[in-house]
């Protein structure tokens, strides 16, 4: 059985520009979750998708960041435009049953992003 | 309050030695209390979890140890190998936290042969 899967697994781009992260969950996975970790720093939640609904989005930081999960399948995370904080591993997780449940997260080897 | 505090940032221990980290929390409402396993270049992945009505788990050479009056929960490992060389987080959550996962800033361990 595949894992989760994101792409690109390093983007570098300038200040300004637009990035566009894509993550491929387990298949029959329904939550999936996007979170970023800044070097040395905590991970952070960003937003929960059940199926193709936005659960939670509490943790997304301004509205430059759009999460987009059409079909209830793969999701993508864009950043437009891109600053220098936005700079970290950017991981999604996805998971068959909700938080609430504390199930087991499986996470992806995360994107890479580098604002310069 | 939707802290965890995770120390220390790194830590090397011999091969054989036990490795000790730990967490703190403020939220009394936390309630599943997972610590993640990172290698470098793959995400983290689920090692340990324990709820706060059992004050100890373990799962082979891994062990939580949970004390709830102190808002405290530690990973030991036990005769550490260096295939135990990895990025270990901790982490919390519970209703206050809509269920999300708090995460504590990682702990680096090396184990030398």
């Known amino acids: 059985e595949a894992g989760v899967t994101q792409f690109p697994s390093h983007s570098v781009i300038e200040k300004g520009q637009t990035v566009t992260l894509r993550c491929d969950p387990i298949?029959?996975?329904?939550?999936l979750y996007w979170y970023r970790r800044v070097m040395g720093k905590e991970i952070k939640f960003l937003l929960h998708?059940?199926?193709?609904?936005?659960?939670?989005e509490s943790g997304m930081p301004n509205n430059r960041f759009l999460a987009e999960r059409t079909g209830g399948t793969y999701s993508t995370l864009k950043v437009q435009p891109a600053e220098l904080e936005d700079s970290g591993v950017y991981f999604c997780?996805?998971?068959?049953?909700?938080?609430?449940?504390?199930?087991?997260?499986?996470f992806g080897s995360g994107t890479q992003l580098s604002v310069l | 309050q939707q802290q965890v505090k995770q120390s220390p940032q790194s830590l090397i221990v011999q091969k054989g030695g036990i490795s000790i980290i730990n967490c703190a929390y403020e939220?009394?409402?936390?309630?599943?209390f997972p610590w993640y396993q990172q290698f470098p270049g793959k995400g983290p992945a689920l090692l340990i979890a324990?709820?706060?009505d059992v004050s100890e788990k373990k799962e082979g050479r891994f062990t939580i140890s949970f004390n709830k009056s102190a808002k405290q929960f530690s990973l030991h490992i036990m005769d550490s190998q260096p295939g135990d060389s990895a990025t270990y987080f901790c982490?919390?959550?519970?209703?206050?936290?809509?269920?999300?996962?708090?995460w504590g800033a990682g702990t680096k361990l090396i184990i030398k042969p």
């Open positions: 997780a996805s998971s068959s049953k909700t938080a609430a449940t504390n199930e087991k997260l499986f």
């Open positions: 298949s029959g996975h329904d939550n």
């Open positions: 998708f059940v199926k193709e609904s936005k659960q939670d």
């Open positions: 939220n009394t409402a936390f309630d599943y």
């Open positions: 324990i709820r706060p």
């Open positions: 982490a919390a959550s519970g209703w206050d936290s809509n269920y999300q996962l708090i």
